[in-house]
């Protein structure tokens, strides 16, 4: 359990660091205001059109009485716009380091430059570690997808629905956000997401101490884009916690094959 503390630590961590480097904070805030506007515009959209939505999916509801086809429709149009913000959340911060990508990359850079130690690169070319970024994002997206689905259909189940699967929610969103952001560091140290997501798992408690609270706390309109610079930085504490010599990390070069 104390590693929970210990990764919450890293997240204020993140935004002291941006905090004491006010031209890095602004430098973060760019595409994160880019990739709110696009999200902004899908969300209200979805929020006019969940109820329509709801409606061409369930005909067969059509002839019910009141109020079991109110109950039947408000519940699942609340459930559609909670799963669309589920994914916002998500994909967020997957979409905004890709749209980043150069400037988070210096942003962690010059973290590791001022914490002292190793200051590791790629070594790749952009285009490539572009790429590398979009792959890795869309199998974790993958991944989430499923989780949303099973999720939103043990939202159905009574008492249970309500309590324990929005918990079990946000410790998802909170170990996805963890990856995320910390991919920034750990692919300039040369691991593959099949070996960072071995390496979080082996600190999980870290891990979401770390990304609940920021979840939680993107939830909250235009605060994923002010904490989004911090975060990064946080990220990059938390990686070099994570490969310290006393973990016996060795990562292996990268390669486009693995993943």
Known sequence: MRDLGVGFGYLIK????????????????LPGLVTLVLYAAALVGLGYGADNLVTWATPFADD?????????????????FALGLFLAVITF??????????????????????EGGEVPESGLPLWQELWISARDSVRILVRVGLYAV?????????????????????????????EELTAVALQRRGMVLKDRLVLLRGRRMLTLGFGVPLGLAFLVPFVAVFLMPGAVAGATLLARD???????VAPAPYTLDKG
């Open 93 to 114: 911060t997957a979409v905004t380091l890709l749209v980043g990508q150069p400037f988070y990359e210096s942003l962690s850079e010059q973290v590791d430059r001022t």
């Open 14 to 29: 993140g935004q002291r660091w941006v905090g004491r480097h006010g031209r890095w904070f602004g430098f973060g805030l």
């Open 242 to 248: 994570l490969v310290a010599p006393d973990d016996d």
């Open 64 to 80: 019910w009485s009141s109020p079991w086809l109110g109950l039947l429709r408000n519940t699942l149009t609340v459930l559609v």
């Open 150 to 178: 099973l999720l939103f259909a043990l939202g159905f189940i009574p008492v249970v629905g309500q309590t324990v699967v929005p918990v079990i929610g946000f410790c998802v969103t909170g170990y996805f956000l963890s």
